[in-house]
Each structure stands twice: as structure tokens, then as C-alpha cells.
């Protein structure tokens, strides 16, 4: 099996492009969900059902596997080839099945606990408590399919092969939105907003499950990647996996666990759940297509420099890693904050979803949107640790993060609502950035650089005036209100021409102020 080569650009492309179908399917489904639940107590039903064992997978699954397995299994394939690799891997899984189908079981069986962990809010109302317990019983053996894909896709990402795992999610939404459509189809779009359609799209959610790792497998299965199974043993490789696997759950994830944190908070208020999920999920999009697919891109190009000794190679990659972050995050920030109500307007705001959920789930964005930069650059930087099959130290950041997420969005909910949570995690992450920093430039792993800060700098200048030209503009805008059926499509296309508009703008500003440069393009695709 040959390693595909390919720089880091061309990587973190291709999992960004992938991830932003997976997004754009995604908001379909949500739009769907809005317009058929709203923000009401189906919708919340739905949200801890649906994040229970979605928050499971990313941090038992992704965050764990990418942090602790691509390094070790690099390593087998730098050192030893790709026979010893693949019968590693093999060891993991056998004991990842084993330890799945016990914790699958637990869970089933301690699911009220799970859910009142995840929704205190519920605890006085019997009849919405025990729908979410029933509805999270049935999705949440969707784990178990989600964690196998996990392995599997950090095999193939170990190899530089990222399309498949990236791809899968659209699996998912292509599902849910399927299952949406037969609940209308069988009750019509009145009837379909009852606990009915919450019965089609949860058994939906495991069986989107099956068929991601089915997609997923069958790629491995193509390149090469075969893994024998054996007798569940904590042999001392695979102990090392859970090493690194146990503390790196928690730091990979650190974004979901605060998450986790704020929706049982907002539980207690009516509707918070649903608002902050869907502001989550428009907060999420340049997360997931800029940061997670950095994070992703990065992680086994510096376990390869490091397996080599090339620590000039792996700090150069790091820097190059941090400026895309800043280059593509800081506009979309800016551009969130600024459109935020015409967007949620646009995307939500029909059936089920009032003006009023609008202009709160709104609210929500623009206090995110403060905290992306922070995230995303968390996820540019973690790989530099996991890389180095370290991941005690960003789980003692990640922690202390959380910490301040608790004790803010308990000291400030009662007066500030759903408001607190998103303020809470804004300032949990970047706490969480400082620390990590700091921490890099002690140890002398990585520190920002004068040259680095100055084109930061740059961006960031770039990204505000764009973000002037953007609130002046739609200032002057018909299409800021709220538009009828037949109106829709105008206002999807100035809100499209005012995007790009401001993506030429910030490009401009960009360049001339040094914040991005021509070479930056083929420096990005040599950092393989």
C-alpha cells in the first residue's frame, strides 16, 4: 500500500469541501426540523436524544482515536510496515468491540441518569423526561457504529486518505431528511409536527449510523487496510491506545463537553435547548470546515515529521496551520456577527419557527461568533500535542476551560438565560487558548512569532472592514426583513451577492495589509 502524498492545503481542502456538503445537507435537515418541531418541546426532545450519543461519539470516538491511535499507528507503519500496523489495529478493535458492547449495554440500562445529567431542566416534567429517556434509548446504539467508523477512518487518515471519513456525514443528514420527508409524506406538514415524526428520524439516526461505517469500511476495506480481528487483550500496545485515548476524549472534545455543559443548563429555561442547537449548528459550520478540518489534515502530517525527527518540518507546519486558521476564521466570524439575524431569518424562520426564536437564536450567534477564533485555533494547535502522544496537557487546559464554563453559566442563567450559556463557552475557550499558548511556548513545542502575530494582526484588521462594509450595506437592504414565500428567493440571493461581496473585500484588505500573501498558497500544498 502506497502513502498518498499531498500537502496540507490540499488535505484540510478536501476534508473542508467535504465537510461543507455535510453542513449545507445538514442545514437542510435543520430547516426541515425547524419547520416541523420549531423550538418547542418536540425540539427539545429531540436535541438531548439526538446529542446523547452524538456527544458519546465525538468524544469517545473521534477525538479519542484521532488523538491517541493516528500517532501510534503511524508509528507501527514508519517503523515496521504495514503488516505489524494493520494487526495492531486489529488489537484495537477487538477490544473496541468488546468495551462498545459493554458500555452500550450500561447505557441502555442507566439511560435516565444519562439523560438527567444532559437535561436537568427535565426533571420536572414526567411525561418530557420519559420521551427523552425512550427516544435516547433507541438512538443511542448509533455509538456503536460511529466509534468502529472512527477506527477505521483514523487508518485511512494515517495513510493520507481523507475523503471517505469526510464524506460519511452526509450520510447521516441524507437519512434524517429522507425520514422527514415520509413523516410529511404519511401525516402532511401539520400533521407531521407530533411525537410521530420524532419516531422517524431517531430510528433514522441509528440507521445512518450503520450506513456511515458501512461507507466508511468498505474504503478501508479498498485500500488496503484489512484488519485482522483477535481475542479482546489489553495487550501493551493497546493499553498505550487507551493511554492516550482516556485523557485525549476529554481534550479533543473540549468544545462538545462545554456544550454538554450549557444545554443541561439551559434545559431549565423553555426553548433555550432548541435555540442554542440551532445556533450551534450555523456557529459550527466554520468550525467543522475550517477548524476540525485542520485539526484532521494536521495531525498525521506532524506525527510523520515527528516519527522522523524533523522538529524545523513540524513547527513550520504548525505555523502555516495557525495562519489559515486566522486567514479563514476571523472573516467568518465577522461575517457571522454581522448577518446573523438575516441568515437565522432566511435558514429557520417558517411553520413551527416564530420571528421570536429568530431574533433569540440570532442573539445566540453573535455571542459565538466571538468564540470561534478561539476554538479553531485550539484545533490548529491540539494536534502539536497529540502528535507527541501527549494528551494530558490540553485536557488539564481543556478542564480549567470547562470549569469557568460551569461556574459563569450557573452564576449569570437566571438572570441572562440562554444568553449565559453562550457567553459562558465563549469565554471557557478562550481561557482554554491562553492556557495552551502558554503552555507551548514554556515547553518550547511551538510560540507565536513576531512575523506570525503581525500577519494575524493583518487579518484580523481585514476581517473588521469587512465587517464595517457588511453592516452598511445590509443597513441599506430591502431584504434585511423578513421575506414572504415569494420574496425567499431574492433574499437568498443578496444574502449569497453580500457573502461575496465581502469575501472580495476582506481578500483585498487581506493582501495589502499582509495578513495574507500570494506564496501562502503553494507553501500550504508543499506542507506534507
Known sequence: MALKKAGLLTNAALVGAATMLSRITGFIRDILLAALLGAGPLAEIFVIAFRLPNLFRRLFAEGAFNAAFVPL??????????????????????????????????????????????????????????????????????????????????MLNAVNRFLAAAVAPVLLNLVLIGAMALAVIDYGAAGAANRRVLDYVIYAVTLAGLAQFLFVFIAAWRAGLRTPLAKPVLSDDVRNVWRLAVPGILAAGIGQINLLVGTSIATGQEGAAAWLYYADRLYQLPMGVIGVALAVALLPTLSRHLAAGQEARARETQHIAVLAAGGLTLPAAVGLFVLAAPIVTLLFERGAFTAADSAVTAQLIRLFAFGLPAFVFIKALQPSFFARQDTRAPLIDGAIGVGVNIALSLSLFASYGAAAIAFATVAAGWVTLALMLARMAWRGIYHLSFEVMRRLAGQAVAAALMGVALAYLTSFSFAAQQPSPMGMAAQGLWLGGLILGGVFIYAVAAFLLGGVRRSDIALLRGAG
Open 73 to 154: 499507528f503511524s508509528k507501527h507503519l514508519e517503523e515496521e510496515g504495514q503488516v505489524a500496523a494493520l494487526a495492531f489495529a486489529g488489537r484495537v478493535l477487538s477490544v473496541l468491540l468488546a468495551a462498545l458492547a459493554v458500555f452500550t449495554l450500561l447505557a441502555e440500562i442507566f439511560m435516565p441518569a444519562l439523560v438527567l445529567a444532559l437535561a436537568q431542566g427535565f426533571a420536572g416534567d414526567d411525561e418530557k423526561f420519559a420521551l427523552a429517556v425512550h427516544y435516547a434509548r433507541i438512538s443511542f446504539p448509533y455509538l456503536i457504529f460511529m466509534s468502529l467508523m472512527a477506527l477505521f477512518a483514523a
